[in-house]
Nanobody, 117 residues
Framework: QVQVAESGGGLGQAGGSLTLSCEVS????????VGWHRQAPGKEREFVAQ???????NYVNSVKGRFTIFRGSAKDTVYLEMNRLKPEDTGVYYC???????????WGQGIQVTVSS
C-alpha cells in the first residue's frame, strides 16, 4: 500500500522561500507520479507541480520559474522548493502519489503554507 506524509511549510514572507517534503512509502509498489496540489481558502484544489518516475516535471503556470519539484537522493522523498513566495501561494498543500499500473491515487493530509505580505 502506498502512503505519503507531508512536512515543512508554515509561515513565509513574500519574496522568501519555503520547502515542502513528501515522504512516499510504497512497500515495493512502483509509483509513477508524485505531485503537489494546493487549496486556498474558498477555492478549489488546484494542481501545482508533479514529477514522474522518469523525473519529468510539470508545473502550473503561476509557479513556473519560482517552484522546483525534485527527488531526494534516496528517491523516496519528493521536495517542493518554493522561492519568491507570493501571498497568493497561501493555502493547504497536498502531496499525492499515483501508483503505476492503475492503482488508486493516494493523498496526504495536507500542510498549511501561509505567505505574509
Amino acid at each position: 500500500q502506498v502512503q505519503v506524509a507531508e512536512s515543512g511549510g508554515g509561515l513565509g514572507q513574500a519574496g522568501g522561500s519555503l520547502t515542502l517534503s513528501c515522504e512516499v512509502s510504497a512497500a515495493g509498489i512502483r509509483v509513477s507520479v508524485v505531485g503537489w496540489h494546493r487549496q486556498a481558502p474558498g477555492k478549489e484544489r488546484e494542481f501545482v507541480a508533479q514529477i514522474s518516475s522518469g523525473d519529468y516535471t510539470n508545473y502550473v503556470n503561476s509557479v513556473k520559474g519560482r517552484f522546483t519539484i525534485f527527488r531526494g537522493s534516496a528517491k523516496d522523498t519528493v521536495y517542493l522548493e518554493m522561492n519568491r513566495l507570493k501571498p497568493e501561494d497561501t493555502g493547504v498543500y497536498y502531496c499525492r502519489a499515483t501508483p503505476a499500473g492503475g492503482g488508486s491515487t493516494v493523498w496526504g493530509q495536507g500542510i498549511q503554507v501561509t505567505v505574509s505580505s
